[in-house]
């Protein structure tokens, strides 16, 4: 008998290794950017605060904006998010994740709100699972925390009744966040959440990484999109 319960701990303990070793490696193969990123942002002159990429603008406002990277998606590729968008007076960090997982570092915002002091408002967001990361850390947020973002996602649990302004930018042709699991989850933002379609979007344009595996193809440019997702959020942080 003790033989069986032996053999039967053994073999949970090396299906549990399998699946330990099987996930590490799987995280090591991530989007890394584009050329097209390379084209357009001067990645030597990326600053870093050590604990991922930090935008500082030369004429702050006041706001910042933090960008969970969707998952295995380098944060880099969103480094012309992050210039441009700090071109317009936000502070904006793309934090590090564990093993470019979000959900493996959702509270990362509060240390990067922390950090930033003189930063009196913040809005929090991601692309994919970089989305449903933040919404984690905005079941319980820092009071400086006044809006909540995504970028091809959605939230993982009810915001419904939340005090936090919220926005939800997706793609047409997204193949992986389909605009029928957007709207399914219309019940989870707040009422006067604002929802923004990006027509020939799709998934993997959100960032400057090329192609993703189970995504549409795109009708419009990476640039095309970036620029209207960048113009869409300095139109809803205005307004809130």
């Known amino acids: 008998m003790k033989k069986w319960l032996f ?6 303990l090396a299906v549990v290794l399998i699946a330990f070793f099987g996930f590490f490696t799987y995280a090591q193969f991530d989007y890394e950017p584009s050329v097209l990123l390379m084209e357009n942002v001067d990645v ?5 605060d050590g604990e991922g990429l930090i935008f500082q603008p030369e004429a702050p406002n006041g706001k910042g904006i933090i960008l969970y990277q969707g998952a295995k998606v380098e944060e880099e590729a969103y480094a012309y998010l992050g210039q441009t968008l700090s071109e317009q007076g936000f502070l904006v960090s ?6 470019n997982f979000g959900i493996l570092g959702s509270r990362t915002a509060e240390a990067v709100i922390t950090e930033h ?23 319980d947020p820092s009071p400086k925390l006044k809006g909540l973002y995504f970028l091809g996602s ?16 997706y ?20 009422e006067e959440a604002t929802f923004m379609e990006i027509k020939g979007g799709n998934h993997a344009q959100f960032g400057l990484y090329g192609e993703q595996k189970g995504d549409n193809l795109a009708e419009i440019t990476p640039i095309d999109q970036q620029d209207q997702t960048i113009a869409t959020l300095i139109k809803w942080i205005n307004e809130n």
């Open 7 to 12: 053999r039967i701990i053994l073999s949970i």
């Open 44 to 48: 030597q002159k990326i600053e870093s």
């Open 94 to 99: 793309i934090p590090r994740m564990p093993l």
């Open 117 to 139: 002091a003189e930063v009196e408002e913040w809005f929090l967001g991601g692309h994919s699972l970089g989305g449903v990361a933040a919404s984690f850390y905005a079941e």
């Open 154 to 169: 959605y939230p993982a649990s009810d915001f419904s009744e939340s005090d936090l302004a919220m926005l939800s930018i």
């Open 171 to 190: 793609g047409e042709f997204d193949g992986l966040s389909t605009v029928e699991k957007i709207k399914e989850s219309r019940q989870l933002f707040v």
